[in-house]
């Protein structure tokens, strides 16, 4: 439905100047600013949305959101699209003094920017109610939306008797050893959560030593900032040529600092934080794998539940009892949901066998850029760190003469 670019960092987005041909839909986060004070202070967003699309009110929209209504809109979809993956949101810090930090705040507003437009360019998501009461809805519309009861506490006293019967029944038939495990175990579910698990592990092992090279090149560049301001103090207890010496060894020895704490914030933002999100990503796709696999099991224990019931009911046709008549209901409403959960869980599996392709395909584009710039920042660095001190060699080599 629309054409698509990629971010800075490395995620599949929407065109940031699209043309008025093609249907598009171009959402960015941006000017994150602290709201409020104290236990209540919050981080507030601007999301621009700019679109040709008629179901959406006029070409371009501004509206302030923060991270709570980035939290409806996942859990929103999460419940209306099954099968599909969701996008993942960005952690949430509870530590005070980094939640507040500029880096964080950057880091938070990249990956809320990156989780928008992945639904945004999605030909499913991108069609969702939510996602356009979330771009549009002024700020009161969008609280009432959040603060709507549901899932669970939507529902009547009595469903929740029931609920917590069931739950209770299910425990007591697991202590007891009544109940079996029902799960899927077609060759290709297997290989899809071999892969998945996998990938997982694989993932988590390359961001922590991604998180490793940052810390490493933001310490080696306050060591070297730290000694180029030694050095340049060493220069001054000397007049002649050797202290002039010191003092552009020191100097160079700050520049290069620097050189490596932008190198430091570049590899963190182009290379680590991509890591990462596919890390959340993953775990995202493994939610998807659980609700396949509790759609499986109620798809399962309906089909049991439709043959006791048929039982019962040709009993009751050979006895002429008079319970006949409400067994024949029941069983009907039985087979009526039972189809109903064999459409759900082959709905879900058709969508996942989509959204799995869908996903090696983004992924293999995203992580070939992060490596990419992961390499380009490394050379660059290597290059001009090797520039500086080579400018060094001629003078400190006629002091040692």
């Known amino acids: 439905m629309n054409t698509t670019q990629r971010s800075g960092s490395g ?10 041909q093609v249907p598009f839909l171009s959402v960015s986060v941006t000017d994150p600013a602290k709201m409020g ?25 501004i509206v302030i959101r923060r991270y709570s ?42 990956a ?14 991108q069609q969702s109610d939510d996602l356009r ?3 549009q809805a002024d700020e009161q519309t969008m609280d009432r939306a ?9 529902k009547k006293p009595a469903d929740l008797i029931q609920i917590f019967k069931d739950v209770q029944s299910k425990v007591s038939d697991v202590v007891l050893g009544k109940e079996k495990p029902v799960e899927e175990s077609t060759p290709e579910y297997e290989k899809m959560k071999s892969y998945i698990f996998e990938l997982e592990d694989h993932l988590a092992e390359a961001q922590k030593h991604a998180f490793r090279l940052v810390k490493r090149h933001k310490e080696l560049g306050e060591s070297l900032s730290e000694f180029g301001k030694a050095v340049k103090l060493l220069g001054t207890c000397e007049d002649d040529a050797v202290g002039k010496a010191f003092s552009e060894l020191g100097a160079k020895s700050e520049i290069i600092s620097i050189k490596l704490q932008k190198e430091a914030h570049h590899l963190l933002m182009s290379f680590e934080e991509p890591l990462k999100d596919y890390v959340r990503a993953v775990q995202s796709i493994k939610t998807t794998i659980a609700e396949r696999a509790t759609a499986f099991k109620k798809q399962c224990e309906l089909a049991e ?13 050979l006895t002429r009892s008079e319970k006949l008549a409400e067994a024949e209901r029941e069983y009907e409403m039985l087979k009526a949901e039972g189809e109903e959960a064999s459409r759900r869980f082959d709905t879900i599996v058709r969508l996942m066998n989509e959204e799995i392709v869908r ?15 992961f390499a380009k920042g490394q050379a660059r660095l290597s290059n001009g760190i090797a520039d500086a001190w080579r400018s060094l060699l001629p003078k400190l080599e006629a002091c040692s003469s």
């Open 11 to 20: 995620s599949l987005q929407s065109p940031r100047s699209p043309s008025s």
């Open 37 to 61: 004070s104290g236990v209540q202070a919050y981080i507030s967003y601007k999301v621009i949305t700019k679109t040709n699309l008629p179901e959406y009110q006029g070409h371009e929209k």
């Open 69 to 110: 209504d980035f939290v409806w809109l996942h859990d929103r979809l999460f419940e209306r699209y099954k099968g599909i993956f969701i996008p993942p949101l960005p952690e949430k810090s509870t530590v005070e003094k980094f939640r507040f930090s500029a880096e964080f705040i950057e880091m938070r507003r990249q």
């Open 112 to 125: 809320l920017d990156v989780f928008v437009n992945r639904i945004a360019s999605h030909h499913e998501l």
């Open 133 to 135: 009461t979330f771009l």
């Open 146 to 154: 959040r603060f709507q009861e549901t899932g669970i506490f939507k």
């Open 305 to 317: 539940t439709i043959k006791f019931k048929e039982i019962d009911l040709n009993k009751y046709r």
């Open 359 to 373: 996903f090696q395909e983004q992924k293999t584009s995203d992580m070939g850029l992060a490596f990419h710039e």
